[in-house]
């Protein structure tokens, strides 16, 4: 079973006002902060040396919405993790632990 947690974005969300107006979404940016952000606060991680190995955008999220991330490490220490709103994915990402020489 993955590890979870639910990340709100409220609707005044200060970076949703200049992207987009009339149109506002969380940028892709600060979907990944947060929820990198949360990861490694259940996690324990520290700042070790990390690699964001993949990310993909699958439906855009908006001021207001509440997003259900799940993640579960892997053998090597990466971590794979999604996003979803409603149970709509939003996201998929990996992050790569330790050493990023490679």
């Known amino acids: 079973m993955p590890n ?21 979404i969380i940028p892709g940016a600060v979907l990944l902060d947060t929820a990198l952000t949360a990861i490694a606060a259940a996690e324990g991680l520290t700042s070790a040396p990390s690699r964001l190995r993949s990310a993909k955008f699958l439906h855009p999220v908006r001021p207001g919405d509440r997003m259900l991330v799940e993640w ?11 996003g979803s709103v409603e149970g709509r994915p939003v996201m998929t990402a990996t992050l790569m632990t330790g050493s990023v020489t490679s």
Do not use: L, S
């Open 72 to 82: 579960h490490a892997g053998p090597t220490g990466g971590i794979a993790f999604t």
């Open 4 to 24: 979870r947690t639910d990340i709100h974005f409220p609707a005044d969300h200060p970076t949703a006002a200049g992207h987009f107006p009339g149109n506002p």
